[in-house]
């Protein structure tokens, strides 16, 4: 099992910025790959962000690429979201994730059902 509660989440401006981490707990951290996700009102969950278990290999969608930056602290059991030039449509409640594989398919990297663990979600809301 493992327990992620996520954190950093508040309201911005348009062009702000914003870091969320979330906190693992439980089993081995370092030996899972991590994920971001977002859902917005009326709208499905959304993959934002993934890293490997030792952070160097990342992914992200076209809608986050070079604005967000997805890393972890496996000695502090963290994995965070810098978030940049946020925009009023990245306005969600931002959930994080744990999965046992980092696999090389995009397709499979961004589906919701291969994470096995989630946090609560923290709410992150961008002001034109």
């Known amino acids: 099992q493992v327990q992620l509660v996520e954190s950093g989440g508040g309201l911005v401006q348009a062009g702000g910025s914003l870091r969320l981490s979330c906190a693992a707990s439980?089993?081995?951290?370092?030996?899972?790959?991590m994920g971001w996700f977002r859902q917005a009102p009326g709208k499905e969950r959304q993959f934002v962000a993934a890293?490997?278990?030792?952070?160097?290999?990342?992914y992200y969608p076209d809608s986050v690429k070079g604005r967000f930056t997805i890393s972890r602290d496996n000695a502090k059991n963290t994995v965070y979201l810098q978030m940049n030039s946020l925009k009023p449509e990245d306005t969600a409640v931002y959930y994080c994730?744990?999965?046992?594989?980092?696999?090389?398919?995009?397709?499979?990297?961004?589906?919701?059902?291969?994470?096995?663990?989630w946090g609560q979600g923290t709410q992150v809301t961008v002001s034109s």
């Open positions: 994730a744990a999965r046992a594989t980092f696999p090389r398919s995009p397709a499979n990297l961004v589906r919701e059902s291969e994470y096995g663990y």
């Open positions: 890293v490997n278990w030792s952070g160097f290999n990342t």
């Open positions: 439980g089993r081995a951290f370092s030996g899972y790959a």
